[in-house]
């Protein structure tokens, strides 16, 4: 196991009851709130209503943002940091999913940047001070309300990267699995995909020592499993909306890959696709998986795909360790389609051959030149497995 | 899933270098420093040696409490409130396993209180404010180096309680493995035996809900059943030594009983054990834990139990559920016995009939008449329980 430091202070409110509490977190950290959020679903909810009321009936200023994209854009939080300078702003409560929680913690670290927010994504910005910020989450899916971490698109340099800082992490965040009733079952199953996307980078590595961490990660996985399909027949199933939102924070606040070097291989490859096509990023995982794992198969990586079939698909081991492995990976591929209704090609998802070479080459080049994952891919590897999705 | 807080903020520093960060840790928080330890042992491996050169090194002023006893008591404590007082010491470094981290927090807390520190364990005093500690942890087994609780003995009154608050929990703990190589045989297994038993009293309760808390349960007995024996022949396997400290923290950091009302049954009943023979805490659990559960098996514990035996012992389901749940029971007892070489009797451990009616009295009294855990045990329960666990 390798030294690692554990540091995750993010409050967590979970359960039916905790909004209640919002002028009291809010007020630790700030009087004068940026209200985030997407594209409107709070208001059909009535979500945004209720957050207003209290707001007022406690005379706590807001402003507010919406409108942020499913795959937030930049000029979102140009706009963000306008609104903040002009209005004093110091506390960023942001409603919503990944999206809109990822965008407001660049507002909140670009505020105190005299560059373009873009500057931080890319590095050309350090970091040093943020706004606190907390949230109000409405889909399980990015874990953002639990880690310092976000994902922002560049529509004018088609790039879209992860950026991070500890100073981002969310003071604090409301989980009511209620509010997640109203998701569409699209968006439920790509979260779930997503949740299982965060553990699985996490656990396919050639770690043999990280014991525990790799059972949390089993715990997760099972949980998605289980539960998923549960959410498609039952969208307002407590107990599976609980469970599924629980997981998405643990999936990747950082307690799976304690003891780990961990170098993320699905997710770089997908971000090229929802740059080039707006795909939805759950959906895009949950096709280059198991393409991903059959292509990274071979006497390194069999024992680890094996045990995942073995612990988490409940596969019985046989003497043929590779045959067990494309089981696992059979079932992870089955489970995704035939469980959660995935389109599980890239042709349904009208993404033909056109682009594969110069998204493989971006791929690539954001990850320094090639990912080095539990496999390093390189150009050539990644589309490879482009190719390999398409039908 | 009930609706819960989950607020754990400790830093962890784990691994084998983190020694150096302690005087940057320290002096987030204070300057006057009262160092915590027990018996000597840290001593004894160099690690005093090792802190107190740091600290000057650093001119950060100290004092010492040493001595502090397996079953902390509370005229330590008193002791300590004392040296803090005289002192002017703003922050406590406590060097130890549970029981010089319990004390440690007794002290934080009781020296802002003015009457004796009993009273807070007793809860006739409230903590209200406490000195922030840190910890260097040195046996993997309480969890209380990420935690807000502790437990103190009295041994005028024959008493043996908890206590906790969130202003005593651990600001950083410091985990590294390689300090508890030289923890012998029987303190590494009674460690391993606690960790089981945290784990499982969050574990074995009838919430049908919490899947994903009863899968990460599920991780943490796994690992400490596949590594406990592993400590046996190795005690300086660093990947064991490893994976049950990490455990020995979120067995019982909150995690597991997120969305769980969990009442405790076997901790109560092991204190009287502990309070009346000064035996080690993990021993008596481990004695106690298989007969609670054959002692609460029925038609409302046996998915319970057998799910138990499925999904951490692998024992193959059948058609007899109660046949299954007693098999699980069985294995428990004999990873304890066979695996870890418990003494799984009291009379082993020196302990006859002569105070088993009196203790359980008290056990029942403590608990606020009776243990309400998952099933209710009355005084007479307990007995039965302690009776049956003497040969």
Redesign the interface.
């Known amino acids: 196991?390798?030294?690692?430091?554990?540091?995750?202070?993010t409050?967590?409110?979970?359960?039916?009851?905790?909004l209640k509490d919002l002028p009291k977190e809010i007020k630790k950290y700030g009087d004068r709130v940026l209200i985030t959020y997407g594209g409107g679903s709070i208001k059909k909810i009535g979500l945004y209503d209720e957050v207003v009321k209290i707001l007022e009936k406690e005379n706590i200023f807001y402003k507010e943002l919406g409108g942020i994209e499913p795959n937030p854009r930049v000029e979102s939080a140009r706009e963000g940091v306008k609104i903040v300078r002009e209005n004093d702003i110091n506390f960023i409560l942001a409603i919503g999913g990944g999206s809109v929680i990822d965008l407001s913690k660049l507002i909140a670290a670009a505020t105190f940047v005299d560059a373009d927010p873009w500057k931080i994504v890319i590095r050309e910005e350090k970091i040093e001070k943020a706004l606190p910020i907390g949230t109000i989450l409405t889909l399980a899916a990015t874990g953002s309300e639990m880690n310092g971490g976000g994902v922002i698109t560049n529509p004018e340099t088609k790039q879209k990267l992860g950026f991070g800082s500890p100073l981002v992490k969310p003071k604090f965040s409301i989980l009511d699995?209620e509010i997640t009733y109203s998701v569409n079952a699209k968006h439920t199953v790509a979260g779930v995909a997503d949740i299982m996307s965060h553990t699985m980078e996490n656990y396919f590595t050639l770690d043999?020592?990280?014991?525990?961490?790799n059972?949390?990660s089993?715990?997760?996985l099972?949980?998605c499993i289980?539960?998923g399909p549960i959410l498609l027949e039952e969208p307002e199933n407590?107990?599976a909306r609980?469970?599924i939102m629980?997981?998405s924070s643990?999936a990747i606040n950082g307690l799976v890959k304690?003891?780990k070097d961990t170098n993320w291989s699905v997710h770089p490859m997908e971000h090229e696709l929802s740059a080039f096509y707006d795909l939805t990023h759950g959906i895009g995982l949950a096709i280059l998986t198991p393409r991903f794992l059959s292509y990274i198969l071979d006497d390194d990586t069999v024992d680890m795909i094996r045990d995942f079939g073995i612990n988490v698909f409940g596969i019985k081991p046989s003497d043929d360790k590779f045959q067990d492995a494309k089981k696992a990976i059979g079932a992870l591929h089955a489970f995704f389609e035939q469980e959660l209704h995935v389109p599980m090609t890239l042709e349904e998802v009208g993404i033909d051959d056109e682009h594969l070479e110069e998204m493989a080459k971006r791929a690539a080049e954001n990850a320094g030149g090639s990912i080095k994952g539990v496999k390093e891919l390189k150009e050539e590897d990644i589309l490879e497995i482009y190719k390999a999705s398409l039908f």
Chains 1, 2 share one sequence.
């Open positions: 196991m390798k030294d690692f430091i554990w540091n995750v202070d409050k967590i409110l979970f359960g039916k009851d905790y699995p043999k020592d990280t014991y525990l961490q059972r949390m089993e715990a997760i099972k949980t289980h539960y407590y107990e609980a469970n629980w997981a643990w304690t003891g």
